[in-house]
């Protein structure tokens, strides 16, 4: 009925790419998309109904710019920016547009081009900046100390969860960093926010991702694409404020809300996942989302890592790990984050998986996959994949 | 989507739109130190940042730490409230470990 699938898939890879422009990078991974659907850019024409544009940086009318490389204007185009979310809130509004009727195919472009270093947001007053309240790597430190503290993790674990990410994004040919990395590499790299080292932080950076849909039951369905923000009260919470409650266990964070309706609405559970994209803007965090994600139960993260380290080593085969395979793209800490292509790009790796066709970081027999980004606002996108 | 959290109530000033005194003191909840500037941030590095639970009303405040070194903070330190004049003379709330205030610090393990 008004079911959605994945028509197509494109990715410009994430890295740094001097003076090409943003608009390159998206038509680069827009025209993929296409023609992963099977369409030129002409027969796309009277095809796509709408198109959403996710982005951060990019500036007034990014979308249009991308659009109308590709000759593609006269439809509605909007822009969308949701910070880290930004991917899937247009995936999210793109999805309900086939669902209520409205459009029959809807083309999804993210693209983003991001100086180095810690960014610069303008979520923060100038106060906050002259102050220095607006270092993002301190506010993902105090969240990593209190999770190491709260579920009995270590520093260990943090370093671990980075070997397990540039383990698998040496085999991503779209990643940044390609090399894999030892742990002790790791905890000798330098010091940005105690307990947070360099290597353990992803790099903001440059790419594009672009996904059409179109309303069918064919393929890889869109089963669910959920965005929430936050609730008040929580002092680590990705909204940054500058309070909360001492008692804030009965507030629920962004990404357990959004997993929550996105499982409803695929009809799946935890359980049910055979690969998941989660977000690691630092190793605490992806090491958190598994928690918020209902992966594993508080102090579990450590016997998911045993599992993927096993399962890398070759071993493998028999049964597969546990639970799903997290973030066999790499994920932030292998290819950087260009934000608002970033949750498009995790897309694009679920329906690779979905679809067999991830090469060396292939998921046997992949059917559901989750993909997941939280950051400024808060807001906290899960989008569910299935075949 | 039944998850509204805590009635808006409970966020929002009081009819008469007062202003509460907040308690000096408080006890070290979370803390890191920032090793390189911001963007638009030309005060000291490194420097301290964390986050103190004020005593007796049950709130959590962010602030800087006049503390540059973690390893010389432990969790439930406490920490009373003072301020800091930043190069452009912005006066920033900012939390300082009670004993460093009034009596010697003890040595660092």
């Not at chain 1, 247009?90 to 100086?115: D, F, N, T």
């Not at chain 1, 369905?221 to 309070?243: F, N």
């Not at chain 2, 090793?35 to 959590?60: K, N």
Request: aromatic share 4%.
């Amino acid at each position: 009925m008004n079911g959605v699938e994945v028509a197509g898939v494109g990715l410009h890879p994430f890295g740094r790419f001097g003076d090409t422009p943003a608009t390159a990078l998206g038509v680069h991974a827009a025209d993929a998309a296409l023609a992963d659907a099977g369409w030129s850019p002409a027969d796309a024409r009277g095809r796509i109904g709408a198109a959403y544009c996710a982005t951060a940086y990019g500036g007034v009318a990014s979308g249009h710019r991308v659009l109308g490389a590709l000759a593609l204007t006269g439809i509605p185009i909007v822009d969308v920016e949701a910070g880290c979310a930004s991917g899937g809130a247009a995936l999210a509004l793109a999805a309900a547009s086939i669902r209520s009727g409205q459009h029959e195919a809807v083309l999804v472009v993210g693209v983003e081009k991001m100086p180095k270093g810690i960014i610069r947001s303008s979520f923060f007053a100038p106060w906050q900046e002259e102050a220095g309240l607006n270092a993002n790597p301190a506010y993902f430190a105090l969240r990593a100390q209190r999770l190491l503290r709260d579920h009995g993790l270590t520093v260990d674990d943090l370093a671990a969860l980075v070997v397990k990410n540039r383990r698998w994004g040496a085999h991503n040919a779209d990643a940044m960093f390609r090399s894999e990395v030892t742990a002790e590499q790791v905890l000798a790299s330098r010091m940005v926010c105690d307990p947070l080292r360099l290597w353990m932080l992803c790099s903001p950076n440059e790419g594009a991702a672009a996904v059409v849909l179109r309303r069918g039951d064919g393929g890889v369905r869109l089963a669910a694409a959920a965005l929430r923000s936050h609730l008040p009260g929580s002092v680590l919470d990705e909204s940054t404020p500058m309070a909360g409650l001492a008692d804030d266990t009965g507030i629920t964070p962004p990404t357990t809300l959004a997993a929550t309706d996105a499982y409803e609405d695929a009809g799946v559970g935890p359980e049910d996942l055979d690969v998941v994209e989660c977000q690691d803007t630092d190793a605490g965090r992806e090491l958190l989302s598994w928690y918020e994600l209902g992966l594993c139960g508080a102090g579990d993260q450590g016997k998911l890592l045993g599992a993927d380290e096993a399962e890398a080593g070759g071993g493998g085969g028999g049964g597969g790990p546990p639970g799903p395979a997290i973030n066999r793209s790499g994920g932030l800490l292998s290819k950087g984050e260009p934000l608002g292509a970033s949750g498009l790009g995790q897309v694009v790796e679920l329906v690779r998986q979905l679809r067999g066709r991830a090469g060396d970081r292939q998921v046997p027999d992949a059917r559901v996959g989750l993909a997941h980004t939280v950051g400024r606002g808060a807001n906290a996108s899960v989008t569910v994949v299935t075949r | 989507m039944a998850d509204r959290g805590p009635e808006p109530e409970a966020w929002l000033a009081d009819d008469a739109g007062g202003h509460v005194s907040l308690p000096r003191t408080g006890s070290l909840w979370a803390w890191t130190a920032v090793t390189a500037a911001p963007p638009g941030y030309e005060g000291p590095v490194p420097y301290g940042f964390g986050v103190v639970e004020l005593d007796g009303v049950g709130l959590r405040v962010v602030g800087r730490l006049t503390e540059p070194d973690p390893s010389a903070l432990r969790e439930g330190q406490p920490m009373v409230v003072t301020t800091e004049t930043l190069p452009g003379g912005l006066v920033v709330w900012a939390f300082t470990p009670e004993a460093m205030s009034s009596t010697p610090p003890s040595p660092r393990s």
